[in-house]
């Protein structure tokens, strides 16, 4: 690896790291409203989407309704409210190009180290080029994570035993092969969520069989790919005001959902697992294969668009499988029931690997931060840590409903900084908080790939502002109409070169 960090490095008033759905948004809230700030977008990719240019599976899709998906200031104008990844990505490109975001975007740079100096209010992070593996400096007195919640080196990937021995391909979703044939093929994709059923009816329409293989069953809800009253709405009112009021029904009916498995859980059990049966009939044990032993939402509900999953149990063109794995061997997968599943090709849709804040490493002044080590501020920042706020959606609503919140809150933050001339905003534990309970950073969600990593997250406390509430309807309160100034955000003058020194020296 080539290293030169040069002594004049470039520098933005704000950095964002992430060019995906987020940092796109983020930007253009950013460029709206706080015009006087400099900043770029740095992703490690080659190509702005990340999620939606990342993932290249059969049948990529949203599993949230793209008035609540989409930012709030681009209607979403398909009649598809459940899109295609690529429809999803032309949306962003759209976005980016047409706000001229996409002239701040500096590619194949992945952010290795950040470390903030107090005596000059900024950070400076050393990043390396994916492509020539030079490592350089940048700097910028605020940065914005939005690098989504999991890790672009690789999905998670258990061992199974005797998988070397399988003749076959065995795929993640996460690196799906471009020239990867299985038509006319036996598959087994092993997993039973989002991506699992998603994957199983889109390979299902060329390969001989799909078998989904899982260990424990999910909560499959069907729901039409279009929102008929939102269509209605787009022909007879203004873009804008058809989709703001989508939007707002939308985001109502999600949490008044969720609020409701949580008060009577018991009866959305039964009204899901009965649009089971009445989508599968006889053909499907429901009980067997789609009866968690868990009540919904305690992990996430999979969506199937127009039913297609069960379409495809039904016409017998997929199988499901409830059950423990014993070993691969050469033409598939023994259970331990003792049953064989034949496979021609074997799809781990195993989930995701979380990380924090993109896995870059974190220092103040050169000690290491540890953020398991800090409570979350709103759920958008750490204590004791400066002029950081990192973008994480919801877990039982659509991602963008909270990424929109908080840009437009870092956008009020910096303008507060500037109205008072301050240069350095972090949040502070009070000595009222020295009693507080500990929570984990997200509770009340049960789902494997949560826990795997929540002991390095931060944590909640038991009152405002040190929550994490995924809940809408709070955040409205906690992260949009709180001020600024709350006595818990510190703000000081300490930085000895200007905020804006050096911001003409950008790249773009």
Not at 35 to 56: C, E, K
Not at 305 to 310: C, S, T, V, W
Request: proline share 5%; glycine share 8%; aromatic share 10%.
């Amino acid at each position: 690896m080539t290293i030169s960090l040069q002594a004049d490095p470039v520098h933005t008033d704000v950095l964002i790291v992430g060019a995906g759905l987020s940092g796109i948004g983020a930007a253009y809230h950013l460029q709206r409203d706080c015009p006087d700030r400099s900043y770029a977008i740095v992703d490690r990719r080659s190509a702005l989407g990340g999620t939606w240019d990342l993932f290249r599976y059969p049948g990529i899709r949203s599993d949230s309704d793209m008035h609540t998906l989409g930012y709030s200031f681009k209607p979403w104008t398909d009649p598809k409210s459940i899109a295609d990844g690529p429809s999803i990505l032309a949306y962003v490109q759209e976005t980016a190009e047409e706000n001229g975001i996409d002239q701040h975007i500096v590619f194949d740079s992945l952010v290795e180290t950040a470390d903030w100096s107090g005596d000059e209010a900024r950070w400076t992070l050393t990043i390396t080029n994916t492509e020539t593996g030079q490592t350089t400096a940048r700097t910028c007195n605020f940065l914005l994570m939005c690098a989504g919640y999991y890790s672009y080196r690789g999905g998670h990937r258990p061992s199974f035993a005797g998988e070397e021995r399988f003749s076959g391909p065995v795929i993640h979703p996460q690196e799906w092969p471009e020239d990867l044939d299985y038509a006319d093929k036996l598959v087994v994709v092993i997993g039973s969520g989002a991506t699992a059923v998603t994957l199983v009816p889109a390979m299902a329409d060329d390969a001989e069989h799909v078998t989904m293989l899982q260990r424990s069953p999910t909560y499959v809800v069907a729901r039409p790919d279009t929102d008929k009253l939102a269509n209605a709405m787009a022909k007879v009112l203004p873009d804008k005001l058809a989709y703001r009021m989508t939007r707002a029904k939308n985001a109502w009916q999600g949490e008044f959902f969720y609020n409701q498995t949580r008060k009577k859980p018991a009866k959305i059990k039964k009204m899901i697992l009965d649009g089971a049966r009445d989508a599968l009939g006889s053909t499907v044990d429901v009980d067997t294969h789609f009866n968690p032993a868990y009540n919904p939402w305690d992990q996430r509900l999979c969506l199937v668009p127009n039913g297609d999953l069960f379409e495809a149990l039904k016409d017998g063109s997929a199988s499901v499988v409830t059950d423990s794995i014993e070993s691969f061997d050469e033409t598939g997968i023994t259970l331990a029931s003792g049953d064989h599943l034949d496979a021609d090709i074997i799809v781990t849709a195993t989930g995701l690997e979380l990380v924090t804040l993109g896995e870059v490493a974190f220092s103040i002044e050169g000690e290491p931060v540890d953020f398991a080590d800090t409570f979350t501020y709103k759920g958008l920042a750490y204590s004791g840590v400066p002029n950081l706020v990192a973008t994480f959606g919801y877990i039982n609503a659509s991602w963008t409903l909270r990424a929109d919140l908080i840009s437009d809150y870092v956008s009020r933050l910096l303008n507060y900084m500037t109205e008072i001339g301050a240069d350095e905003a972090t949040p502070q534990l009070r000595e009222s908080d020295a009693d507080m309970i500990e929570r984990p950073w997200i509770d009340d969600f049960s789902a494997s790939y949560m826990q795997r990593t929540m002991e390095a997250m931060p944590r909640q406390g038991d009152r405002a502002p040190w929550l994490n509430t995924q809940r809408l309807s709070a955040d409205r309160k906690l992260i949009g109409d709180e001020p600024i100034a709350d006595g818990v955000m510190q703000f000081a003058a300490r930085g000895r070169k200007s905020s804006n020194q050096g911001s003409q020296k950008q790249a773009s």
